[in-house]
């Protein structure tokens, strides 16, 4: 067997290795964490012991007490998982129906509460009909593996989610270079009469880089071939556009979005996924999509999730300054000389591309009280490794100058 070097490897090359059993594998695996875990490498899976916010407090590796850290890991771009009202929601529920659903929601756990929210995510979007799931993750996965069969084919950039790969694995597919309209066409062109179903797969907002999707080329080009659409705004909505709405609301393509799906873990600061859709295909997905007949519904804090759609329009203000923050840190970094991409959102990514100093940089930052995720392969490409940054309408700019303090000291130490 081949060795691999730890020193430039990342999780994706122990998912398969020549000569290993799962238990060997496990093993070896094990090895490489504890690699990481000596050089202060592993900031993964830091526990938490205060609420989610901009400063928490973390339990880091060979510490015994938890230190407070500048966190730029949360999707809760709007605070709204501490909102008082969200809150107060929430406990309102569990006080009338309990904590749990009980049952899946064809055989009788489909409550009054998972109606409510089904009627106001469609209404966010314009639309009168929508579906719920128990995850973000799940709204794709179980989705596309209901829709989408052998004769038909899923056309996808090649940035998309995770959750969409893993829902494709039934049916064709054809990936597509990021953003490159040229080579979508190309393959339209070349899908238009060979396949049952065509469905070109998107992120509104992508989750690594941050960039958005060019939607109204998308759709257009889409539907002139005779294929559908599907775009995950899981990070967009809430965020992005005049009202929140997303991507297709600032690209004016809210119509043309054949199916829409997204998750409640970000913006809504709660736990869930959606489809929204025409009535027929929700419909179908009801009493065909295996994940959402046979799992146990969601519990009544889903009602929270309503009070936080109320919100996006009652106090855009979070909205307001969760783009001063983006602007004032995105200014900043621009000023030290990092690349941060094309990001149009609350993700900006600090792009180094070598793993090692990537995982160097990631300790540098703990050091210095900043809590950021580094990111590599399987994520994103093996030269693209980052630290992800995620911005919170919460955040102080005076935490966020220690931040850009911090990444002056990376780029001294660690990138020169």
Not at 34 to 53: H, I, M, Q, T, V
Not at 267 to 285: F, K, T
Not at 337 to 351: E, H, Q
């Amino acid at each position: 067997m081949k060795k691999i070097d730890f020193r430039t490897a990342s999780f994706k090359d122990f998912e398969h290795i020549a000569g290993m059993d799962i238990m060997e594998r496990a093993r070896y695996f094990r090895t490489y964490l504890d690699y990481l875990a000596k050089r202060r490498r592993l900031n993964y899976r830091l526990e938490s012991s205060s609420p989610c916010g901009p400063e928490m407090r973390i339990l880091l590796p060979g510490h015994q007490r938890p230190k407070k850290l500048i966190t730029m890991v949360s999707n809760d771009y709007l605070g709204f998982t501490q909102h008082p009202e969200i809150i107060r929601a929430n406990i309102t529920a569990m006080n009338q129906y309990g904590t749990g659903s009980g049952a899946s929601p064809a055989i009788g756990g489909h409550f009054a509460y998972h109606q409510l929210l089904e009627d106001r995510i469609a209404a966010f979007y314009g639309r009168e009909h929508a579906l719920l799931y128990t995850t973000g993750y799940t709204a794709n996965s179980a989705t596309l593996q209901c829709l989408l069969g052998k004769d038909d084919i899923a056309i996808l950039d090649m940035a998309v989610h995770a959750s969409v790969y893993e829902g494709c694995q039934l049916t064709n597919v054809k990936r597509v270079l990021h953003n490159n309209m040229d080579m979508l066409n190309n393959v339209l062109k070349q899908a238009q009469h060979s396949y049952r179903t065509k469905l070109v797969v998107v992120d509104g907002v992508y989750s690594q880089d941050g960039d958005l999707a060019p939607l109204h080329e998308i759709t257009h080009m889409a539907h002139h071939y005779g294929a559908y659409v599907l775009m995950d705004d899981a990070h967009g909505t809430g965020v992005v556009g005049a009202t929140g709405r997303g991507v297709a609301e600032l690209t004016h393509t809210l119509p043309d979005i054949d199916i829409i799906t997204g998750t409640f873990s970000k913006s809504l600061a709660h736990l869930g996924g959606y489809v929204v859709a025409d009535d027929d295909l929700i419909q179908y997905l009801k009493y065909q999509s295996r994940q959402h007949l046979f799992s146990t519904s969601a519990g009544p804090s889903t009602l929270g999730i309503v009070r936080a759609l109320e919100l996006i329009d009652e106090e855009p203000q979070w909205r307001t300054k969760l783009w001063e923050n983006i602007d004032h840190l995105t200014y900043g970094l621009l000023g030290l000389g990092l690349d941060i991409g094309t990001t149009g959102s609350a993700i900006v990514p600090v792009k180094i591309g070598d793993i090692a100093k990537t995982l160097e940089a990631g300790k540098q930052l703990l050091r210095a009280g900043v809590y950021a995720n580094p990111i590599m392969y399987p994520a994103v490409a093996k030269k693209d490794a980052r630290i992800r940054l995620n911005v919170m309408a919460t955040h102080t700019q005076a935490q966020l100058d220690r931040v850009l303090e911090a990444f002056a000291s990376v780029k001294h130490r660690v990138l020169r």
